[in-house]
């Protein structure tokens, strides 16, 4: 492979996360910071980047106070001829939080970043740096890309548990030194209490930091937003968030489990039964915890397209926000289906104008797998196919209508990524083995969890001619982390060839299946 060498960033981080380290648990339990705190500001929940491109990118801290946020980029770690970002000042409407675009970066190069934090009061008064650096794309082909996606953290009771490790399993994505990582929703648990400890099924214990937020459901905006502050208690994901830049996405689990639009909850835990408000506390605080440029439009939405250099543009889907309701999703008419109209549109276009080698679809539902919303009688069907494998139903009529679209416009290099159902597996779609026909050849690669419950393989639909080519999964439902089951996807695309090469991993980095795709290719 023809990816380019470059420095080791876990060696240049080493020493400048040693302030993000002293972070303390009282601190995270509190909503807010306290005002009356002496000394200077601090940033303990690291730095993190994002949707970085070949010029520009997203740098996010939190502050322990009001502060001012400052950014400062360098070629190097020695920081000589450091370029100055003045970025906004951080307060209680964001969570002490906030967000500085970066822009007219040179392409392909390592960036090295620290941000200060300064009391608004006096600009002289500065906390410690917290550091972190991140690859723009490079606007030469030769160069290759490689990134790693995965989804679903801290779900189903498994929380960060120290004796474990924590969160091990960014340490295996860091080590492959990816370009960035790209998180297919369920980022947190919004809906999942932890208790402080589980008993195994081998009789040994399993124990979760806890903190008040994660006692219950999240329902107010404070509780959405300890949520997203729970997860960077593990020092592997801080680690990681300095190291590699993310492209995240959301699915239902930031809320809660399987939500759509206009939704009334008959969940007991649920004081708020209106689903568009909970909705609208977990957006702002999702908004408010990661680095996503789309968010800063007016509109505010998620999906957008994150262009890579000349080998990849990256699609990232909403199949949360403008899905019609769960139903058993047997209509024959389906104008709005999972995407909405208007989502569906922008893809279409996007693709079509795409000049890219690789177009990978980021969806934060699988295409093919049967995902049901319920187990009484008929149950209501959550994702895409509903189990007939007959002609396209209900939400497949939109996925039929692009897939054919992709055909007919002659669209090349689009692959499917996704995350969701608990395991790993590949999934080759064919026309010949399809009651739906006018599309061509595609891949589909599912991956994760990071850090939540294992659940054995949900059922093919065979509207679109799915073949499961690979699979690991338990054959036991919520299997902890102990158990194994984490799983992690790395694609390579060769600088040279242009060829693409996936390969499904264990969460200690062992490779489990590979598969090479070749350029050119409609469909793929």
Known sequence: MSHRPLPDRRTVLRGSLVASAALTLP????????????????????????????NSGLVWVRSDRPARMIVETSATESFRNARRWHGPLLGAGTDFTGTTRLHGL???????????LADPDDPRRTGEPV??????????????????????????????????????????MAALDPDFFLCSGDNIYADGPLSASVTLPDGSTWRNITTEEKSKVAETLAEFRGNFRYNLLDENLKRFNAQVPSIIQWDDHEVTNNWFPGEILADTRYTEKNLDVLAARA??????????????????????????????????LDMRTYRNANSPDDQTSDPQGILGAEQLAWLKRELAR???????????????????????G?????????????????RELQI???????????????VWLTADVHYTSAQHYQPSRAAFTDFEPFWEFVSGPLNAGAFPANTLDGTFGPERVFIKAPTTAN??????????????????????????RESDGTVLFTQVLQPGRVGQ
Do not use: C
């Not at 910071?33 to 993190?48: D, I, T, Y």
């Not at 040179?106 to 200060?116: D, K, L, N, S």
């Not at 994702?383 to 002609?391: I, R």
């Open 283 to 316: 957006r702002q605080a999702f908004s408010e915890y990661f680095p996503i440029s789309t968010l800063r439009r007016p509109d505010g939405r998620v999906y957008r397209k994150v262009s890579h250099g000349p080998l990849l543009d990256v699609f990232v």
């Open 378 to 394: 008929k149950p209501n069907i959550e994702a895409v196919a509903q189990g007939d494998p007959g002609a396209p139903l209900g």
């Open 131 to 172: 550091a972190g650096t991140f690859r723009t794309a490079s606007a030469r082909r030769r160069d290759g890309v490689r990134f790693v996606w995965s989804g679903d953290l801290a779900g189903q009771g498994w929380g960060i548990n120290p004796d474990f490790g924590g969160y091990r399993i960014y340490d295996a």
């Open 354 to 376: 795409s000049r890219a080698v690789w177009k990978v679809i980021a969806s934060d539902m699988p295409l093919g797998l049967v995902v049901p919303d319920g187990t009484d």
């Open 27 to 54: 601190a995270v339990a509190g909503s807010a910071p306290a005002f009356a705190l002496s000394g200077r500001p601090e940033a303990g929940w690291g730095v993190q980047t994002g949707d970085v491109t070949s």
């Open 106 to 116: 040179p392409p392909g190069e390592q960036i090295h970043y620290r941000v200060r």
């Open 479 to 504: 299997v902890s982390p102990a158990g194994g089951y984490q799983f992690f996807g790395e694609v390579d695309i060769d600088g040279d060839s242009g060829e693409l090469t996936v390969r499904l």
């Open 400 to 414: 039929a209508e692009l897939l054919r679209f992709i055909r007919h416009r002659r669209i090349t290099g689009t």
